[in-house]
């Protein structure tokens, strides 16, 4: 299984800035993908991060909003823009196997709180 | 809309009895299937991974596929109050995660 390492781990932001959230893996992987999951719910896919091309956004995601970087097959970022409090969640960074079908390994979370 | 339903409890369970874990799943082209815990503040992580109907053991672990009925369950034997987490599951669709809203497991001592 891959090893990904996300951070930070937590932070605390002032509405109207933004953050960004690195997501390092140990291995090279084709996709990366972010997922966002409020406080008491399920994991909601944000988008999938291909190297070499512009990500993928799901229904009700924006590149404006989350713009999105992947630079190699190891490294994405994801940086939430014009943070308001509705933003405070818990972001996620995911990869899977280079077959398809096949299980998701996390990244440890992002715990963001805007105030 | 392709969905994955989940109960999402809380399920108490007594320490030492079965908890059964339930999961529905509209696609029925889905192959692939996955159990995930999550304990609060952490991310998911995976227990379980059923790709044909019939039952799957592993340890205290057994997770049970029926594709006709679009149902997979997790059943966790001998519960223990480590095992009180949220239990994810996770249905692979169109080389794609779609994932059920999660059970809240609690396991009294």
């Known amino acids: 299984s891959a090893v990904i390492s996300q951070k930070p781990s937590r932070d605390i932001c002032q509405r109207g800035t933004s953050l960004t959230i690195q997501c390092q893996v140990d291995?090279?992987?084709?996709?990366m993908f972010w997922y966002r999951q409020q406080p008491g719910q399920s994991l909601t896919l944000i988008a999938t991060?291909?190297?070499?091309?512009?990500?993928?956004?799901e229904s009700g995601f924006v590149i404006d909003k989350f713009p999105i970087s992947r630079p190699n097959l190891t490294f994405s970022t994801l940086t939430v823009s014009n943070m308001s409090p509705e933003d405070s969640s818990i972001y996620l960074c995911?990869?899977?196997?280079?077959?398809?079908?096949?299980?998701?390994?996390f990244g440890q979370g992002t715990r963001l709180t805007v105030v | 809309q392709k969905e994955v339903e989940q109960n999402s409890g809380p399920l108490s369970v007594p320490e030492g009895a079965i908890a059964s874990l339930n999961c529905t799943y509209s696609?029925?082209?889905?192959?692939?299937f996955f159990w995930y815990r999550q304990y609060s503040g952490k991310s998911p992580e995976l227990i379980m991974s059923?790709?044909s109907n019939g039952d799957k053991e592993d340890g205290r672990f057994t997770a049970q596929l029926n594709k006709a009925s679009q149902y997979v369950s997790l059943l966790i034997r001998d519960s223990q109050p480590s095992d009180s987490a949220t239990y994810l599951c996770?249905?692979?669709?169109?080389?794609?995660?779609?994932w059920g809203a999660g059970t809240k497991l609690i396991i009294k001592p």
């Open positions: 991060a291909n190297q070499g091309s512009e990500a993928t956004y």
């Open positions: 059923i790709y």
């Open positions: 291995s090279q992987v084709t996709m």
């Open positions: 995911s990869v899977d196997g280079e077959q398809v079908n096949t299980e998701a390994f």
């Open positions: 996770a249905v692979s669709s169109n080389y794609q995660l779609i």
């Open positions: 696609d029925r082209g889905s192959q692939s």
